[in-house]
Structures are given as structure tokens and as C-alpha cells.
């Protein structure tokens, strides 16, 4: 599969409960594909997110800001055993203004908990020094350390060539772990939304396709702000809940 290391676009989010999705996903099957990762486009995920200890990237988050900033590690679950050598995706995931972006470069889970804790700067390519020095600078700006983990199991639809830039993503068991954040250890501490709702992203390079948006209204979905990273640190009771805080 290959790998994307950058790319911008629009994200809304909404919740649905499981019963609603399920009658959604129906409707999306008629304009949408399987995504091509996973079976039928399902696939577990997981990311170690850093901060620093002031909280920052999360107050950024609750507060607004236009322009804002978060690191993380993310792996993608797969059959085969998790370790050390296991290639994870070390990310700066950011927005500005409405815009979210990515960047991101794949390591070695090991090079990248290295780098990210010790400072030792793994091997990479020279397209991705750039975002590598980037990456160094938070580090050391901010003092970023582990905070959280987040885990969950995403089903992704993906357009056709008549949508291409379309994706629509439904997360469940949207659990977290505030302690031992080592993601080759599965084990976890709770739920940050309840298992009976759904979290859908609907991302695009640009425009909502016409179709889509009336799918939207005759369901009478509404838009949400909420962030799992900001839920996991909420619900491990680290930070109070926010006005945005789904429980």
C-alpha cells in the first residue's frame, strides 16, 4: 500500500448511535466503496498522543486556537505480533483555521519511541528531514512527554471516482489509557464515549458532494466538536470535563 505523507482537508464529525449508523452506512453503500485497508474496510487503530505538561495541545484544542498543533504516534493494528521492529507512524496532525492537515513519516516503533523520548534522531529520508526537525523542535520547545493513549476500531468508505477526496470513517469502542502507554500492550482502562455511539468523520479535499449533504438533513444529523484526544484525557479524570465532553 502506498504511503501518504501529507495531505489537507476539511473534517465534520458527528455522533451517532449504532442502530443510526448502521442504517447510514446502507445509504453511503450506494455512492461509496470499501476502503481498501482491513476486512470490508474495517481496522483497528491506536496512537500514543505527547504533550507537554501544562496540558498545551489540549487547552489549544478547548480554546479554539485557529492554529494548533498535536504529536502523536499511531499504529495500525494488524494479525501479525507487535514489537519493537513493527513500523508505527510518527504524525503532526494540525489545523489552521478549518483546514486539518497531516504529516507524517513511518518508523520503526522502537526508533520512534527513541526519538520522541531520548532525543536519538532515527534514519530518514531527506524528504522527511524537514518534518523530522519540526518534530524535534516541539519536543524540546514544549518538553512533550507520553499523555495519553486512544483505541478504536474504524470502519472507512471511501468515493468513487465521481467523489475522489470523499472519506467517511465510523469509530466504535473509542476506548483509552492514561497509564503504561506502551501501545505493543493492549490492555486498556475504559470507554471515552459510550460503546452504543458511533463517532463519524466525514474528511474531503473539498466540497460536500450534493447527495451527501441531503443524506445528512433527511437523517437530521447535527454537527459536533470533540476531539478523542481531549475525551481520553477527560475521561481518564486528568483534566474536567469540558462543555464538549461526551459522556
Known amino acids: 500500500m502506498k504511503i501518504i505523507r501529507k495531505f489537507n482537508r476539511f473534517e465534520l464529525k458527528y455522533l451517532l448511535p449504532l442502530k ?9 453503500k450506494k455512492y461509496l466503496l ?16 505527547y504533550d507537554a505538561p501544562d496540558y498545551r495541545f489540549y487547552w489549544e484544542k478547548i480554546e479554539g486556537i485557529k492554529f494548533r498543533r498535536k ?9 501479525k505480533a507487535f514489537t519493537g521492529d513493527s513500523t508505527v507512524f510518527l504524525e503532526i496532525k494540525q489545523r489552521v483555521d478549518r483546514v486539518t492537515q497531516k504529516r507524517r513519516l513511518p518508523l520503526k516503533y522502537q526508533e520512534a519511541l527513541d526519538f520522541c523520548n531520548h532525543g536519538l534522531l532515527p534514519d530518514c529520508q531527506q524528504k522527511d528531514r524537514v518534518l523530522l ?5 516541539m519536543l524540546k520547545l514544549y518538553n512533550l512527554k507520553p499523555s495519553v493513549i486512544t483505541t478504536y476500531d474504524r470502519q472507512a468508505f ?3 471516482d465521481y467523489d475522489l477526496g470523499l472519506r467517511i ?14 501501545l505493543g500492550k493492549e490492555t486498556l482502562e475504559g470507554f471515552m464515549i459510550p460503546p452504543t455511539f458511533t463517532i463519524m468523520e466525514v474528511k474531503t479535499d473539498e466540497r460536500i458532494p450534493y447527495w451527501l449533504s ?11 466538536r470533540v476531539s478523542k484526544y481531549c475525551q481520553g484525557l477527560e475521561a481518564a479524570s486528568v483534566l474536567p470535563k469540558s462543555i464538549y465532553h461526551i459522556s
Not at 476502503?35 to 498522543?49: A, E, M, T
Request: glycine content about 4%.
Open 169 to 182: 470513517t465510523f469509530d466504535t469502542d473509542i476506548c483509552y489509557k492514561f497509564h503504561d502507554l506502551d
Open 133 to 137: 526537525e519540526e518534530m524535534e523542535s
Open 34 to 49: 470499501p476502503d481498501n485497508r482491513g476486512q470490508n474496510g474495517k481496522y483497528p487503530i491506536s496512537s500514543l498522543y
Open 71 to 79: 504529536l502523536r504516534i499511531r499504529r495500525y493494528l494488524e494479525d
Open 20 to 28: 443510526l449508523a448502521e442504517e447510514f452506512k446502507q445509504e453511503l
Open 158 to 160: 471511501v468515493g468513487t
Open 214 to 224: 441531503e443524506l445528512l438533513a433527511a437523517y437530521n444529523l447535527r454537527l459536533i
